[in-house]
């Protein structure tokens, strides 16, 4: 993990001195279920009821000592055995508990019995610690949603102007993959929320199935079916690959926005402090360099899930090939993402969007955005083909409605003209309509609806009102 990225819950949580307590929490919930009378129990699961007692008032008080266990692994070169030997040493010699009582510490129990149920625990924590920065993310998102609802906008598709829309409907889209990323971490750390106590190779040559039961109903993990010496990393995967779904989401919505800031649109600005400075050699730059960091880390975010991905596979009941890359990928994942959405949510809150730069924006497009509207009003006053003077040709030529509202649309472009202006002035679209009266007054004022930006957006608030948000007063 590098400080940049991390914020104090996630250094806490993901520090060696939290993955030894980890360890612990598991190792003290054996022991506990154990040497409880009333918990459900094979025989050769029980310990006498206050045996340990001591020991594990000795282990609440007796603190890691990380140094200690840094030494014995050196020695041992096995981390989760010098652990044990420092947690077994801290309680026979700094509180008297003796030899034979602190010997039930890890008693019929392999690593990855500790390890895994720590590591399972480690990840809800992680994946909660996540959600909550997804949630106040959708939060901020929606009342930014709500705020800009009736802020006019042009909707960009390949790059081009397309069709009207409301800022507030864009934002919403963005509430809206978020959301069905939350949706999708609650079932995949639920998926993740399994442990195992089923002994070297998974067929319960130490504790029995009942034990392992009690154990995980009181650390709140399910016992997994079936285990070899590890869970099978297919439980885990999902959840890395939401974590890669919501960095998706996070490049999706700040790539949108840093076009939006980029020049010459500047329909939106990164907030800038008074303090802050754009660029070394450029006093005027108001770089939106926290959306390009966005688009940074959830590049680096695939990477990790990359890495994770590649390790499922395990040869018979195990190797350690996983160890390593869950030691780096898993917290720099979690790490740099819970980073990642707490940063956005500031970015969303102090984002300034910049209304007069849309409406010119609008403008620049000369009314061409109507072009649809206008095609199937045509089409559905049965006009299917319109004259066009072919100046190539010298003559005037049949074209589909389609062609020739694309033909005018250049020439609006090209000529800087409105597109209602030359629809007006067409000679041959009026031939193909009513002269005069009543019925000639309403197709022509239809036609011109067509280039009423809001009028082609009376269905906004049915979609806002999907994400339970009313008008503001």
Known sequence: ?????????????????????GWEEVECGVLEVRSDPEANLEPGDRIPEGLVLPLLDALANAEINCEIIARLEKEKRHDLLAFVQERQDAATKGYGVLAAVSAWFHHKMTSYCTEDSAFSLKLQRAGRLI???????????KLRANETRDMSIMAV?????????????????????????????????????VGRLAGAVGNYGGLSPLCEAEVCNRLNLKPVRISSQIIYRGYFLPLAQVLEQIG?????????????????????QEKFTDDQEGSSAMPHKQNPVGLEQMLGIAAVIRGYVGMISEVVATPHERDIR????????????????????KRLSGIVTGMVFNPDRMKANIDTLYEVWASGHVKNYLLEHGITSVGWFDAKEGKVVTLKTYRWVQKLSFQAYRE??????????DIYLKALTPEGGREDQIFWKGLRACFDFDAHLNHVDTIFARFDLEPQA
């Open 416 to 425: 800087k003209t409105k597109l209602c202006d030359l629809v007006d002035a």
């Open 157 to 193: 598709t390949h790059g081009q102007g397309a069709e009207a829309t409301k800022l507030g409907l864009r934002l919403l889209g963005f509430v809206d993959a978020f959301e069905l990323c939350q949706t999708q971490l609650d079932a995949a750390l639920e998926t993740a929320r």
């Open 131 to 141: 959600r909550t920065e997804l949630v106040d993310l959708i939060w901020a998102l």
């Open 322 to 341: 996983q160890s390593c890359v869950e030691r780096i990928a898993w917290p720099d994942a979690t790490t740099i993402l819970h980073y990642a959405l």
């Open 1 to 21: 993990m590098i400080e940049r990225y991390t914020e104090d819950e996630m250094e806490t949580l993901w520090s060696l001195r939290s993955r030894y307590e």
């Open 248 to 268: 998706d989401a996070v490049e999706h919505m700040a790539m949108t926005f840093w076009h939006m800031c980029s020049f010459p649109g500047r329909e939106a």
